[in-house]
C-alpha cells in the first residue's frame, strides 16, 4: 500500500521554465512532507520541507506547496536550469516516525 | 566530512551467502534507518532505530537484522542472500525536525 505517489515518472523542461513536480498522499496523519533529490549513484539528498500547519515554503528557486484538503503538494522550480536534471523524491512522516517515499520523478532540464 | 557514510558501495555474492553493511553516522542523531531501493526505484523503509531500540520493523523477511552497537552505528544483515534481495540499500539517520539525510547507498547484486 503505497501511501505518498508521484504520478509523473519523468518530466522534461527548457532551461529557464519553470518545473513543477507533483505529488499526492492518502495518509491523513502525515504532518510533515519534503523533497530529496537524487543524483546517479548517489543517497537522496535533502531540497525542502513543509509542515502541516503551513501552506507554502520558498528557498530560493524552490518553492513546495501544500494542500491539506485535497492531500497533495507540490515542487516549483523558477527558473529551471540543467544541474536540477536528477529524480526528486516525495516523503512524508507522521509526527517524525519514519518516511514514507514516492516513486519519484526524473527531471530533465533542457538547456 | 561525510554525514551518513556507508560501506561497501557495491557487493556482489553469491546466492546462499551472509552479508554485512555497516552504516555510521556523525551528526549526533538519535534515529537511523535502512531503506531499500528495489528495481522499480521505490524506496522503501526496512528499519529505524532510535536510541538502539528498533521501533518500527516492516515485512522484511528475519533474514534481514539490523545491529547497533552504538547511537552512531546502524549495520545491516543480511543471511542466506537470494536473487531479489539485489538492490540499492539506504542508511539514513534524522534529526528532531523530521529531516532525514542519506548514505550514497549500496548497491547488493546477488548472483
Known amino acids: 500500500d503505497q501511501q505518498v505517489k508521484q504520478n509523473s515518472p519523468s518530466l522534461s523542461v527548457q532551461e529557464g521554465r519553470i518545473s513543477i513536480l507533483n505529488c499526492d498522499y492518502t495518509n491523513s496523519m502525515f504532518d510533515y512532507f519534503l523533497w530529496y533529490k537524487k543524483y546517479p549513484a548517489e543517497g537522496p539528498t535533502f531540497l525542502i520541507s513543509i509542515s502541516s500547519i503551513k501552506d507554502k515554503n520558498e528557498d530560493g528557486r524552490f518553492t513546495v506547496f501544500l494542500n491539506k484538503s485535497a492531500k497533495h503538494l507540490s515542487l516549483h522550480i523558477v527558473p529551471s536550469q540543467p544541474g536540477d536534471s536528477a529524480v526528486y523524491f516525495c516523503a512524508a512522516s507522521a509526527y517524525g516516525n519514519q518516511f514514507y517515499f514516492g516513486t519519484g520523478t526524473s527531471l530533465t532540464v533542457i538547456p | 566530512d561525510t554525514a551518513v557514510s556507508q560501506t561497501p558501495k557495491y557487493l556482489v555474492t553469491q546466492m546462499g551467502n551472509d552479508k554485512s553493511i555497516k552504516c555510521e553516522q556523525n551528526l549526533g542523531h538519535d534515529t537511523m534507518y535502512w531503506y531499500k531501493q528495489d528495481s522499480k526505484k521505490f524506496l522503501k523503509i526496512m528499519f529505524s532505530?532510535?536510541?538502539?531500540?528498533?521501533?518500527i520493523n516492516e515485512t522484511v523477511p528475519n533474514r534481514f537484522s539490523p545491529k547497533s552497537p552504538d547511537k552512531a552505528h546502524l549495520n545491516l544483515h543480511i543471511n542466506s542472500l537470494e536473487l531479489g534481495d539485489s538492490a540499492v540499500y539506504f542508511c539514513?539517520?534524522?534529526?528532531?525536525?523530521?529531516?532525514?539525510?542519506f548514505g550514497q547507498g549500496t548497491r547488493l547484486t546477488v548472483v
Open positions: 532505530y532510535n536510541n538502539k531500540e528498533l521501533i
Open positions: 539514513a539517520s534524522s534529526n528532531r525536525e523530521g529531516r532525514a539525510f
